[in-house]
């Protein structure tokens, strides 16, 4: 049946007033690039200089066969682990991510050698030697996997939200997933309850250009992911995930819209992954040429480099943080291969939260 000019009218009317309403809804206000002190910004890079070292030193140890199963590294978005995690609070706020989980833990403080050692299936890592790289987990940070069914973990990541809600205990979730789950219904059905539900939750999207090995350009009919929650009303912010600073001053924003209790907040961090979707990957979908391209005028290590040289910092302290932070990692790896294996018992372990 056709609308009267009457109901027309009604129609134009209600639609003026959503989009009015809309235009007028609060938004967090715009993120700047964070103000850091010299000894931050020596933090920041040292931690970033730990994930790459650590990952590099991973890919080394995958070769020689003393890494089974899947083993994706973080090198090239460091900043973004980095930038977000230093602005929570530890042991209050909570993390959860994907299988391409190592830089995370080690962006929370977690123990290189355990890390390592779990990464090796041995009895002293982090998960005792069965969870190896994609399932890594440690209750005492609140550091909660590491998952591998893809996007999965966002949906989890509403549940830890909606614990530190229900219990009153200040905390934030920060859950992370990337431009390949961000297509996945889960994410959707997550998003629709943290706003419903006013959630304190960050959701991150760590857009690498690449999920798997398709471009996101072709991947997704909406390639400016942060604009992903406008239907749920959760609003996005694109952050140029390269930038140490450009993170950490997106991350205060987001902290600030979440603890003030206006529900979720959704950040896509435009960073690149240097290394294939994960070590068994050629990447043959990319060319050399941008790779290096992106090494060469965007990595987050040489940019945090130069701002320390604008603060007076001389390449020798650099080269003496390059040199521990070796060792570190050199240390990491002789722990894990000299640890033991886990005991065949411990198979039947851990499968039930209580004993029955």
């Not at 403080?109 to 390592?116: A, C, E, Q, S, V």
Request: hydrophobic fraction near 35%; proline fraction near 3%; include cysteine.
């Amino acid at each position: 049946m056709a609308k009267t000019p009457a109901k027309k009218a009604a129609s134009k009317i209600a639609t003026v007033s959503e989009d009015a309403a809309r235009a007028n809804r609060e938004r967090p206000t715009e993120p700047v690039p964070y103000k850091a002190s010299k000894e931050e910004l020596l933090k920041f890079y040292r931690d970033m200089l730990l994930i790459r070292r650590f990952e590099e030193k991973a890919g080394q140890l995958y070769g020689l066969g003393l890494i089974g199963g899947f083993c994706h590294l973080y090198i090239g978005q460091e900043a973004v682990a980095i930038g977000l995690q230093s602005a929570l609070t530890p042991g209050k706020d909570s993390v959860i991510t994907g299988y391409r989980d190592h830089g995370h833990m080690l962006a929370y403080g977690i123990d290189p050698n355990l890390i390592m050692a779990e990464l090796t299936g041995r009895a002293a890592g982090i998960s005792r030697g069965k969870g190896g790289s994609m399932h890594m987990f440690s209750t005492t940070h609140k550091f909660y996997g590491g998952h591998g069914i893809v996007g999965a973990q966002v949906s989890l990541g509403a549940g830890l939200a909606f614990g530190h809600k229900y219990s009153g205990d200040g905390g934030v979730c920060l859950a992370y997933f990337g431009d390949g789950a961000s297509n996945q219904g889960q994410v959707y059905e997550s998003f629709n309850m943290a706003e419903l539900w006013k959630l304190p939750i960050i959701f991150v999207i760590e857009n690498n250009q690449y999920a798997m090995g398709t471009s996101v350009n072709r991947a997704s009919s909406e390639d400016q992911l942060y604009r992903r929650g406008e239907s749920f009303r959760i609003p996005g912010i694109q952050v140029d995930g390269m930038d140490v600073l450009a993170v950490r001053g997106a991350a205060e924003v987001a902290l600030d819209w979440v603890r003030s209790g206006k529900g979720p907040v959704l950040l896509e961090m435009k960073t690149y992954r240097y290394r294939g979707h994960s070590m068994s990957d050629p990447a043959k979908y990319r060319s050399r040429d941008e790779v290096q391209s992106v090494r060469d005028n965007s990595d987050p290590i040489e940019g945090c480099k130069a701002y320390l040289a604008e603060m007076g910092v001389s390449e020798d302290e650099l080269k003496a943080l390059e040199k521990e932070i070796r060792t570190i990692v050199n240390e990491s790896a002789d722990f894990a291969e000299s640890s033991s294996e886990p005991e065949l018992g411990e198979l039947y372990t851990d499968v039930l939260v209580e004993q029955y």
